[in-house]
């Protein structure tokens, strides 16, 4: 009997044991889930018959690459929000985290900021510049009424993603991206937010355009 009892405790006591350790690994994983980078991910793609060349991603801060962190926000899951003074934008995820990727920000006194949504989005769109530019830039007047075409040395890159205000109307800032990675953590575009190709890919496809995929832009 007393062995019996003995067996029964040793059994309880080993079951306990091996959950604490399940639990343990679980927690380990899911922290490794969130600190997870994608630095990998910059290699050369072929994409809708373009060939995406590499990016040399060793060049560009760590912490502008691609990772899922841990984000504390109000905002749903599938909300963009845009952190124009760190130089990073976030996809809300489920349970407190966030899609991270760096980002190249309008200089100033072209900056912007407020809620919008993403009324459509594009791949390998064309670009019309705004007649604003093109009166600062003559050499790309050119583009305002025909646009450029999709290539690689389209400013736009190989995405887009169209911003409307609440009543609809088209604010002519975009989430897109760009062929310059080098100006990923800087201000350098006219206003619009540019990512590295590779990310706005991804970003894309996380992406259903209407009401409800909101952008909040912060400065």
Same mark, same amino acid.
């Given at each position: 009997m007393r062995l019996r009892n003995a067996l029964t +405790?040793?059994? !309880?006591?080993? &079951?306990?044991? !091996?959950t604490g350790c399940t639990t343990t690994t679980d927690t380990q994983? @899911?922290? @490794? *889930? *969130?600190a997870k980078i994608f630095t990998d991910s910059y290699g050369s793609v072929t994409d809708?018959?373009? =060939?995406l060349p590499a990016i040399p991603i060793n060049k560009v801060n760590k912490k502008f690459h691609r990772q899922i962190v841990a984000y504390s926000t109000k905002e749903k899951p599938g909300t963009i929000v845009v952190n124009t003074?760190? #130089?990073f934008l976030y996809y809300v995820l489920p349970n407190g985290k966030a899609v991270r990727y760096g980002i190249g920000v309008g200089k100033q006194g072209f900056a912007w900021q407020g809620e919008a949504y993403i009324a459509w989005?594009?791949?390998?769109? &064309?670009?019309?510049?705004?007649?604003?530019? =093109?009166?600062?830039?003559?050499?790309?007047?050119?583009? +305002?009424?025909?646009?450029? $075409?999709p290539g690689l040395r389209?400013?736009? $890159?190989a995405r887009a993603l169209y911003l409307f205000n609440e009543k609809g109307q088209d604010t002519l800032f975009r989430l897109h991206g760009t062929p310059e990675w080098?100006?990923?953590? *800087? =201000? @350098?575009?006219? $206003?619009c937010i540019r !990512?590295?190709?590779?990310?706005?890919?991804? !970003?894309?496809?996380?992406? #259903?355009?209407?009401?409800? =995929?909101? +952008? +909040?832009?912060?400065?």
């Open positions: +405790v040793f059994g !309880l006591v080993a &079951t306990i044991a !091996l994983q @899911a922290e @490794a *889930t *969130t809708a018959g373009y =060939a003074r760190e #130089r989005k594009q791949e390998w769109p &064309t670009w019309h510049p705004p007649k604003e530019m =093109a009166a600062r830039k003559p050499d790309v007047a050119q583009y +305002v009424e025909n646009g450029m $075409g389209n400013p736009l $890159g080098a100006s990923i953590g *800087t =201000a @350098a575009s006219s $206003g !990512l590295m190709n590779q990310d706005i890919i991804d !970003l894309y496809s996380r992406v #259903r355009p209407g009401k409800g =995929a909101k +952008v +909040v832009v912060q400065q």
